[in-house]
């Protein structure tokens, strides 16, 4: 009761300029950044789109009028289990001139059966096996091979779409013809699995996909989802596919930005797919996505600050973000961690109560405001209100733990060309090539 009695005898004794030398890094970081900013942008997106509204619908005409040819291919390694229900869901879309590409990559369950009588019935367009695994990216490179549509869509087998996914991650190009890519708005499905699900949940639809609403407003959107993104053909053809290696879609989104295409999220294209549902899978997920900031921003695409025939303003604002609030950020936390038991060791317990509370209390807010701004929900948002605390704990400590290890072993040891998750060959292949 003493302690309860003392923590708000200590907040009702801080003044305002305390209060802001105390929790500096909330206030100046992340309440400006992913509040007070994303507010503004998301309400710039909506009253954009209102404007725009006469041009969506001449960008819908003209796409139902042209009807182009959409190849959807579908890379993967033991995706039997998958592959018939994706098949028929894409049968049932809204669209449907579409031709859909199916290549396993060296699996040893059942795909192959499968994938040949698929294709023989005509429920497919083409199956191609590799019978050594190559990695994904060199899946999609022979999937590419094959295409003839003026659209390639690029699909995770184990995930799954909404009947009008492919018309709405389509009509976004017929909107502007600069646009190179459009990713697909990525929601979880299995949030009722485990306690990690659940939280990559509302991570998913909070952070993530409101995130790439805002990026793809402000022009700096970086990352397209492998589960669910569309790419011009000519503009994939351009940059010759996909990189061998790991972290094949933030590589590719960068490739065809950087030779001047624009690239937009579309929200209401929508994908529900399975999350790692412990947090020790989680955690193996998370390594392998963050060492692809020090890979590809740092070292293979550092390029893009510099003055070159691949600069341009908004790449360059889009790297210096993503290194600003995800790398730089993620030391300064360190730092004010340092400070506050250094500056401030008698109240410390209170800094970290008072610190956990103010989180918890903007991401009630924001995610209760932003889901005015949704279009579709993956779950009731009353589901989620009883986790929004734990967000905190597991934003500002599993997930940033987990970054900064990423970083640490990306920096100095390469660590992502000895990913499991692509095949020894390939990353050994990538790192003598330097991509």
């Given at each position: 009761?003493?302690?309860?009695?003392?923590?708000?005898?200590?907040?009702?004794?801080?003044?305002?300029?305390?209060?802001?030398?105390?929790?500096?890094f909330f206030v100046f970081f992340e309440l400006i950044r992913y509040v007070i900013v994303d507010f503004i942008s998301l309400n710039s997106?909506?009253?954009?789109?209102?404007?725009?509204?006469?041009?969506?619908?001449?960008?819908?005409?003209?796409?139902?009028?042209?009807?182009?040819?959409?190849?959807?291919?579908?890379?993967?390694?033991?995706?039997?289990?998958?592959?018939?229900?994706?098949?028929?869901?894409?049968?049932?879309?809204?669209?449907?001139?579409?031709?859909?590409?199916?290549?396993?990559?060296?699996?040893?369950?059942?795909?192959?059966?499968?994938?040949?009588?698929?294709?023989?019935?005509?429920?497919?367009?083409?199956?191609?096996?590799?019978?050594?695994?190559?990695?994904?990216?060199?899946?999609?490179?022979?999937?590419?091979?094959?295409?003839?549509?003026?659209?390639?869509?690029?699909?995770?087998?184990?995930?799954?779409?909404?009947?009008?996914?492919?018309?709405?991650?389509?009509?976004?190009?017929?909107?502007?013809?600069?646009?190179?890519?459009?990713?697909?708005?990525?929601?979880?499905?299995?949030?009722?699995?485990?306690?990690?699900?659940?939280l990559q949940a509302v991570e998913y639809y909070d952070s993530i996909s409101i995130g790439r609403i805002v990026s793809s407003h402000l022009?700096?959107?970086?990352?397209?989802?492998?589960?669910?993104?569309?790419?011009?053909?000519?503009?994939?053809?351009?940059?010759?596919?996909?990189?061998?290696?790991?972290?094949?879609?933030?590589?590719?989104?960068?490739?065809?930005?950087?030779?001047?295409?624009?690239?937009?999220?579309?929200?209401?294209?929508?994908?529900?797919?399975?999350?790692?549902?412990?947090?020790?899978?989680?955690?193996?997920?998370?390594?392998?996505?963050?060492?692809?900031?020090?890979?590809?921003?740092?070292?293979?695409?550092?390029?893009?600050?510099?003055?070159?025939?691949?600069?341009?303003?908004?790449?360059?604002?889009?790297?210096?973000?993503?290194?600003?609030?995800?790398?730089?950020?993620?030391?300064?936390?360190?730092?004010?961690?340092?400070?506050?038991?250094?500056?401030?060791?008698?109240?410390?317990?209170?800094?970290?109560?008072?610190?956990?509370?103010?989180?918890?209390?903007?991401?009630?807010?924001?995610?209760?405001?932003?889901?005015?701004?949704?279009?579709?929900?993956?779950?009731?948002?009353?589901?989620?209100?009883?986790?929004?605390?734990?967000?905190?704990?597991?934003?500002?400590?599993?997930?940033?733990?987990?970054?900064?290890?990423?970083?640490?072993?990306?920096?100095?040891?390469?660590?992502?060309?000895?990913?499991?998750?692509?095949?020894?060959?390939?990353?050994?292949?990538?790192?003598?090539?330097?991509?």
């Amino acid at each position: 009761m003493n302690n309860v009695a003392d923590f708000f005898e200590y907040i009702q004794s801080m003044g305002y300029h305390r209060f802001i030398r105390i929790f500096w890094f909330f206030v100046f970081f992340e309440l400006i950044r992913y509040v007070i900013v994303d507010f503004i942008s998301l309400n710039s997106a909506m009253l954009k789109k209102f404007l725009n509204r006469k041009n969506r619908q001449e960008a819908t005409y003209r796409m139902l009028l042209e009807q182009p040819l959409v190849s959807i291919i579908i890379p993967g390694k033991n995706e039997g289990k998958h592959i018939y229900k994706l098949v028929m869901s894409l049968r049932e879309q809204t669209y449907q001139n579409i031709e859909i590409i199916v290549v396993d990559d060296g699996s040893d369950d059942d795909t192959p059966f499968i994938g040949r009588d698929m294709e023989k019935n005509g429920f497919i367009d083409k199956f191609i096996r590799n019978e050594f695994r190559g990695g994904k990216a060199s899946a999609a490179n022979l999937a590419l091979r094959f295409s003839t549509g003026k659209y390639v869509i690029h699909m995770d087998a184990d995930c799954s779409y909404n009947r009008d996914a492919v018309f709405e991650i389509i009509v976004p190009f017929y909107e502007n013809d600069n646009i190179g890519a459009i990713g697909g708005n990525v929601m979880v499905k299995n949030y009722r699995d485990s306690l990690a699900t659940t939280l990559q949940a509302v991570e998913y639809y909070d952070s993530i996909s409101i995130g790439r609403i805002v990026s793809s407003h402000l022009g700096i959107y970086r990352v397209i989802s492998g589960a669910f993104g569309a790419f011009k053909m000519e503009a994939i053809q351009k940059i010759q596919g996909w990189d061998i290696g790991p972290g094949l879609d933030g590589d590719i989104t960068v490739k065809i930005r950087k030779i001047g295409y624009l690239i937009k999220f579309a929200p209401d294209a929508v994908c529900l797919t399975n999350a790692p549902n412990t947090f020790q899978k989680l955690a193996k997920q998370r390594l392998r996505w963050d060492k692809s900031l020090i890979r590809f921003r740092l070292r293979k695409h550092k390029d893009v600050f510099f003055p070159n025939k691949h600069f341009s303003l908004v790449s360059f604002i889009s790297f210096a973000e993503n290194i600003f609030y995800n790398l730089i950020l993620n030391i300064k936390w360190y730092v004010y961690f340092i400070d506050m038991i250094f500056n401030f060791p008698s109240e410390i317990k209170f800094v970290i109560v008072t610190n956990i509370m103010l989180y918890a209390t903007v991401n009630y807010f924001k995610f209760l405001l932003f889901s005015l701004y949704r279009r579709y929900k993956n779950a009731p948002v009353s589901y989620f209100l009883v986790y929004i605390p734990l967000m905190v704990i597991y934003f500002g400590y599993f997930l940033r733990i987990i970054r900064s290890i990423a970083y640490i072993q990306e920096f100095f040891f390469k660590k992502s060309y000895d990913d499991p998750w692509n095949p020894p060959k390939s990353s050994a292949h990538a790192k003598k090539l330097g991509i």
